[in-house]
């Protein structure tokens, strides 16, 4: 009894040594507790070299592969009540590697009974399916859709009857918008337990996903139809009206402005264009976001003249004139009192960027500009 006494002192002084000494800090002693696998709070915390570690992990892996894989699975099970999900991820994992792993046969000499092979594999079977199933709920809970099908696929082909793989697969594609796929799962669920209240109520959240999507995918496909009906109208109402128009590789920020139709399905609608009023002589402009057909550069010129920048009051309605670039390069004299229309549908200027632009100079200042244009484009 005496040596039965000293041997438990020595084992509880043998675990007091392992106890982290007073002496440290409060981050160093839940440093080293966390060393120890009963203070362990994630997978995290392990640690190579961790002598008791390793012998757990060695025990672990003791037994035949169904006992190591349901130890794994047990594990992984205890994680998923404690929604430790990652952990429990990987212990899943673990149960299914060693399920893969080679089978050991028994020394000759050892005194172990046989194992029945085919009642292992059946065990194993179920182990797999299991694991494969439950690890599908741990990548359905950390968002990893497309793991969690994988793995409910491979449930699946181990029993194909399993509707907990089936309700998982249904809502991964749900959530991943794969609303067909999503109501295949729930289908093959229901056909093999049509009351199964969860896979049912699933089932209507999957139609109405669907129904919604479509009307969203129809919308789209209506909107798309009008902007090309549109954009077809609108360019059959430049053709008629002869109005020349070109983009360049870099336009102008213009926001909501641009070349438009009142109606932008009837080509007779009046149409609206933005206008730049260019004062190159100062170097400034105006901007006019929407300047009908119908109008003239005088009717802008009459609100817009004189500017607060026209300090020699150089600019005024009656005392400038207007020239716009032709389309070959040169200038055409705009008149101020003709409208938008009868200056663009003449064929001799373009719209570029779906803007059209004015020079307004002083008439006094109007041929010193127009030997400056010349000059710089070459033509002097």
């Known amino acids: 009894m005496a040596s039965d006494g000293s041997s438990g002192l020595e084992a509880m002084m043998a675990m007091r040594a392992e106890l982290p000494s007073s002496t440290k800090t409060a981050d160093e002693l839940v440093a ?3 060393r120890m696998p009963l203070f362990m709070t994630s997978m995290d915390d392990m ?12 025990i672990a892996y003791e037994g035949t592969r169904a006992e190591v894989a349901g130890n794994f699975r047990t594990q992984g099970n205890e994680c998923v009540k404690t929604k430790q999900w990652s952990d429990a991820r990987t212990f899943y994992a673990k149960a299914l590697a060693a399920l893969k792993a080679p089978r050991e046969a028994a020394p000759k000499d050892s005194d172990v009974a046989e194992l029945d092979e085919e009642v292992e594999e059946k065990k194993e079977r179920a182990l797999e399916e299991a694991c494969y199933a439950n690890r599908a709920l741990c990548h359905l809970e950390m968002k990893n859709y497309g793991s969690c099908n994988r793995d409910c696929a491979g449930a699946l082909r181990m029993n194909p009857r399993n509707v907990k793989a089936w309700y998982r697969a249904a809502q991964a594609c749900l959530a991943l918008d794969k609303t067909p796929e999503a109501l295949d799962a729930c289908q093959g669920g229901l056909e093999i337990d049509s009351t199964n209240t969860a896979l049912q109520s699933l089932l209507e959240k999957v139609k109405k996903r669907q129904t919604h999507l479509a009307e969203v995918d129809q919308a789209r496909r209506d909107r798309e139809q009008r902007v090309i009906r549109e954009t077809a109208t609108l360019r059959f109402a430049l053709k008629q009206r002869n109005i020349a128009a070109r983009k360049t590789a870099t336009p102008p920020e213009m926001e909501d402005a641009g070349i438009k139709l009142e109606d932008p399905l009837d080509a007779n609608s009046t149409l609206t264009i933005p206008m730049i009023l260019l004062y190159p002589l100062h170097a400034q402009s ?5 300047c009908t057909e119908h109008e003239t550069v005088a009717q802008h010129l009459e609100y817009i003249l004189p500017t607060p920048w026209d300090e020699e009051h150089e600019y005024t309605p009656q005392s400038v004139e207007c020239y716009m670039e032709t389309v070959q390069g040169g200038l055409i004299k705009a008149g101020k009192k003709l409208s938008l229309l009868k200056l663009l549908a003449s064929g001799k200027i373009e719209i570029v960027d779906g803007l059209v632009s004015v020079n307004v100079v002083p008439r006094a200042r109007a041929t010193e500009w127009i030997e400056d244009f010349k000059r710089r484009k070459g033509k002097a």
């Open 47 to 58: 640690d190579e070299d961790n002598e008791m570690l390793q012998a757990i992990r060695a």
């Open 32 to 34: 080293e507790m966390k």
């Open 286 to 290: 105006d901007f006019v976001k929407a």
